[in-house]
């Protein structure tokens, strides 16, 4: 008789395991907080390197302007309520949802996006009253999820093909302390003399606590020759690019965005460098003071920046001067026109004396008058 569907084998089965929330007394605990760094990254030691790793990010510039804004608020939100001591912050959802003005549902995937860039690790998780166990005053209540606010890892050792192993006992880079206490770098150390430090864009480290892992392929933006004016719409979108990447503070500013604010410019023959030359010096050649814009500076405070340094060169009925390059191209033209001028009145002035010296002189012209009226007189 063929054995029954339903019976089942005599093997055991193993358990399947279930992860338990860590305790309240050791959500900021060190090793907890270690643990939940994503692979690739290192805990960070201020907010505003949180902040800048996320513009630098590859992923970050592959996004929507409406997404790289969602991206920016959150972790806004995320570092403002950080511990710098042990770099956690648990905001709650709804103080997220409030202070971003999304839903929860943007709320869990831009949490999820910030885990997957390596700049977000979960502590722990939030629960409900029902499924939390008791506080010290015996009663149960609403735990926020923790987080811990990371970084890529920076520095990464790189074996060469003559190096040997590196030394068991080298300490891994990282970053150590917080901005309150020893705010310093560590480096690592090996004996072998082969072994060099350095980054490596494709690869990046935890920090020696896990294996490297390959990073996000990196998406080239868009070229434009610095001293070529535009006649496009698109090839305007790639000067502004140029421009974005030539200047770093306007990161947070999308393309489009730089495009308009620049565009009556590119309209009237201005270049990239031009642009450039513009947003760091004065019409008088002096440099621009320092403005104090943080590096992770919003967009709005950006554009109001951009358009006030473009402003000084406007006209008074608000058309643009001429550009830098257009000045220097016009002081070309103009020497290079003297220079065909001079050259002609000498070539002038050698011919007249020429003439001048292939003429006969009075005293000649006389004598042969004279001659040729003896030779009429005795012919006839």
């Known amino acids: 008789m063929p054995p029954s569907l339903h019976t089942f084998s005599d093997d055991p089965i193993e358990p399947v395991a279930r992860l338990r929330r860590v305790s309240r007394r050791r959500e900021t605990s060190r090793d907890v907080v270690l643990r939940a760094v994503p692979t690739g990254s290192v805990r960070a030691a201020h907010g505003r390197h949180v902040q800048r790793a996320l513009l630098e990010h590859p992923e970050y510039t592959r996004r929507y302007a409406s997404a790289r804004a969602t991206l920016r608020a959150v972790l806004k939100c995320l570092v403002a309520r950080a511990d710098y001591e042990t770099m956690t912050t648990r905001p709650g959802w709804e103080y997220l949802a409030q202070q971003a003005d999304k839903s929860r549902r943007t709320i869990a995937r831009t949490i999820a996006d910030l885990g997957r860039m390596g700049l977000l690790g979960t502590v722990a998780g939030g629960r409900t009253a029902a499924y939390a166990s ?19 890892a920076p520095l990464e050792i790189v074996e060469t093909s003559r190096s040997g192993a590196v030394d068991e006992y080298g300490t891994p880079p990282a970053l150590g302390g917080s901005h309150l206490n020893n705010l310093k770098e560590t480096h690592t150390r090996a004996r072998g003399k082969d072994l060099i430090g350095a980054a490596t864009p494709p690869e990046i480290n935890s920090g020696g606590y896990a294996a490297p892992t390959p990073a996000t392929p990196h998406r080239p933006e868009l070229l ?41 410019f590119l309209v009237c023959g201005w270049t990239v460098a031009d642009l450039h030359h513009a947003l760091d010096f004065q019409p008088d050649g002096s440099p621009w003071p320092h403005n104090g814009l943080p590096a992770e500076a919003e967009a709005g405070r950006l554009r109001g920046l951009l358009r006030y340094r473009l402003a000084a060169y406007r006209t008074a009925s608000g058309e643009p001067l001429r550009s830098r390059d257009q000045r220097l191209a016009n002081e070309a033209a103009e020497n290079r026109a003297a220079a065909v001028r001079a050259t002609q009145e000498a070539t002038w002035a050698r011919q007249e004396h020429a003439n001048r010296l292939g003429q006969d002189s009075p005293a000649k012209v006389v004598a042969l008058a004279n001659i040729r009226a003896m030779l009429r007189q005795r012919d006839r």
């Not at 698109?234 to 730089?258: G, H, N, T, W, Y």
Request: net charge positive; aromatic share 4%; glycine share 2%.
């Open 134 to 152: 008791l506080n010290e005053d015996g009663e149960r209540t609403n735990e926020a999820a923790v987080y811990v606010l990371c970084i890529p």
């Open 224 to 264: 434009w020759p610095a001293h070529k004016t535009t006649a496009s719409r698109k090839q305007r979108l790639a000067a502004a690019s140029e421009l974005r990447r030539r200047v770093f503070v306007l990161r947070p500013m999308s393309l489009q965005d730089i495009r308009a604010v620049v565009r009556d």
